[in-house]
């Protein structure tokens, strides 16, 4: 073994550009200002251009439309973020579409595009803690976006609609964002399609309303979501929508899949896996329920979208397939109301969905656990490394069943009584923020008293087969 998980993670510590300490002012003298221009990027080790320094989005607010007929997109999206620095300029995440105007807190700004950046400079500094809004109106063909030789991500033109998902990016080809999931915000997203079209998202439904030929679609994500959470499927759908545990639940299904048919009976039994993974993990952290499949052969797998996982038809074609729901729904927990601090940290996702799948298998009568864990130690690969896997390592199976192995290893480690505990305390503690890897170790190790290190280096990132914990 070469270095040590927690050194490793330590090194890992978010840099926040342009964040420094508050200048000392005092009742008579205002603070002198240096307004500097905000990075260009958070400094995300695997992707240093994703998201931007120099403030803390609040809400992203969007009113678009968007036509397949003509696959144009248009509308406006209005952010409302505080500054973390005396700002001069500042960066969105933005690529594609054309940009008509740009104001900050209602009076005209410059902007300028530099690859998939939208560089807005307002007319006065923005003082550090201020609360800003920029506005910006735009319009065009969205285009996907090909990131990081990890397949296509971002929004898709489909046969009957549209389609906007993808990890680790998709937000910036559909809306100016500061895109990095350490900058969490609430979402108002209001989209006009035809009528007769359907328009999903995250969260809350709201009253929908019609008008000359166009349904206006309201969803809100009123607990803090990451960027890459957000998406839209515009298309022909049965929609659903009913309460679970007092909260709105909507499943939607494509037309072009059978009704009553196996995408439908997964989708049915969203509600139980949800309560049966309350149990395990604490209780549910968002406002709404449900599911989304979505039928086009370009979304080969299925992603955690804030509140509403969706669902690529192609996991339901052959079988109903719950153990990728207890996956998806795994995640509302353990990536998306906790979420990574950096890219490298996503075994912390992805490692928990996966054991998700064998608690779920388990309660569902089929194999125990200890049985899925003890099948994937005998096939796994030690050489490939679960925490900071490589940049196109992030889907990888050493990230995600190795990562499962991580965490039932640590269970018959500490027992069952500390491990569902500590389960309970990681994610009420971290609700709504970002964690990393090392974070982790801190909070196991407090729980159970028992000191990790060497644990976690063994079975994160050494390249021989760890002891199997009795
Ligand atoms: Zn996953």
Redesign the pocket.
């Known amino acids: 073994m070469t270095r040590g998980i927690v050194a490793v993670a330590a090194v890992a510590a978010l840099a926040v550009a342009g964040c420094t300490s508050d200048e000392p002012g005092t009742a008579t003298t205002a603070p002198k200002r240096n307004f500097q221009p905000g990075a260009d990027g958070v400094g995300d080790p695997y992707f240093p251009k994703y998201g931007n320094g120099g403030y803390d989005v609040r809400n992203y607010a969007l009113k678009l439309k968007y036509d397949p007929r003509s696959d144009e997109l248009s509308g406006t999206a209005t952010v409302t973020a505080v500054a973390t620095a005396d700002l001069s300029r500042f960066n969105l995440d933005f690529s594609g579409l054309s940009v008509s105007s740009v104001s900050v807190n209602g009076k005209p700004a410059t902007e300028a595009r530099e690859e998939a950046e939208l560089v807005v400079t307002p007319g006065a500094g923005i003082a550090k803690d201020a609360e800003f809004t920029v506005e910006v109106a735009y319009a065009g063909k969205p285009a996907p976006i090909q990131s990081a030789d990890l397949g296509e991500g971002g929004f898709l033109h489909t046969d009957d609609g549209a389609i906007a998902l993808g990890q680790p990016e998709s937000a910036s080809s559909w809306f100016p964002v500061n895109d990095h999931p350490t900058d969490k915000a609430t979402y108002d997203i209001e989209i006009a399609v035809p009528q007769g079209l359907e328009a999903l998202s995250n969260g809350v439904p709201g009253e929908k309303a019609d008008a000359d030929g166009w349904t206006t679609w309201k969803w809100s994500e009123k607990v803090p979501m990451a960027s890459y959470l957000a998406y839209l499927a515009i298309g022909e759908y049965r929609v659903e929508t009913s309460t679970h545990n007092g909260k709105p639940m909507v499943i939607a299904i494509p037309e072009s899949l059978p009704e009553g048919g196996d995408a439908e009976d997964s989708m049915a039994r969203t509600g139980e896996i949800v309560d049966f993974l309350e149990t395990q993990f604490g209780p549910y952290p968002f406002e709404a329920y449900g599911g989304v499949v979505v039928d086009d052969d370009r979304i080969g797998y ?3 979208t804030q509140s509403r996982p969706v669902y690529g038809g192609v996991w339901f074609k052959q079988n109903r397939n719950l153990v990728v729901v207890a ?2 729904l ?2 509302q927990w353990f ?1 998306d109301s906790v979420s990574i601090a950096q890219w490298k940290d996503i075994w912390l ?2 490692g928990f ?2 054991y998700a799948e064998w608690l779920w298998t388990e309660k569902d009568g089929g194999p125990s656990v200890q049985e899925s864990f003890q099948q994937e130690y005998d096939d796994t690969d030690w050489q490939n490394p679960t925490a900071d896997p490589g940049r196109t390592g992030i889907f990888s199976r050493a990230v ?1 069943k190795r990562g499962a192995l991580t965490v039932h290893a640590l269970r018959l480690t500490i027992g069952d009584d500390d491990f569902f505990n500590l389960l309970k305390t990681w994610t009420a503690e971290k609700r709504n923020g970002n964690a990393a890897t090392a974070d982790f170790v801190t909070v196991a190790e407090r729980v159970s008293g028992e000191s990790l290190d060497g644990f976690f280096d063994r079975w994160l990132i050494g390249d021989t087969p760890p002891e199997i914990p009795r």
């Open positions: 299925a992603l955690e996956h998806e795994a995640h990536g996702n992805e969905a996966s995600y």
